[in-house]
């Protein structure tokens, strides 16, 4: 079974920044992508950013500029770099990895509020 263990979450002021790790129990190149997800109150969840194996990534436009996801595969750990925080971000942020014929897997969340 795998597992994801997210870290780094936390309260930030407006314009701040954050780093979330998202810590895996396999080699993440076994899984066709990783990525983040989030959910604000009464929202659905949504793609915040995501990584392939191949490393080609992809954002959200409501994020684009300002975050960055990055992957540290001796460490089996995917990051995700947040700039010029703002209230809109404040959600539970969630990591994501999809493995072709297995599943997809999700860790348990960590949240992340913005004060403005």
């Known amino acids: 079974q795998v597992q994801l263990v997210e870290s780094g979450g936390g309260l930030v002021q407006a314009g701040g920044s954050l780093r979330l790790s998202c810590a895996a129990s396999?080699?993440?190149?076994?899984?066709?992508?990783m990525g983040w997800y989030r959910q604000a109150p009464g929202k659905q969840r949504e793609l915040v950013a995501g990584?392939?194996?191949?490393?080609?990534?992809n954002y959200a436009d409501s994020v684009k500029g300002r975050f960055t996801i990055s992957r540290d595969v001796f460490k089996s750990t995917v990051y995700l770099q947040m700039n010029s925080l703002q209230s809109e971000d404040t959600a539970v942020y969630y990591c994501?990895?999809?493995?072709?014929?297995?599943?997809?897997?999700w860790g348990q969340g960590t949240q992340v509020t913005v004060s403005s």
């Open positions: 994501n990895a999809l493995r072709s014929g297995s599943g997809v897997y």
């Open positions: 396999a080699s993440i190149l076994s899984f066709s992508t």
């Open positions: 990584i392939s194996a191949g490393a080609t990534r």
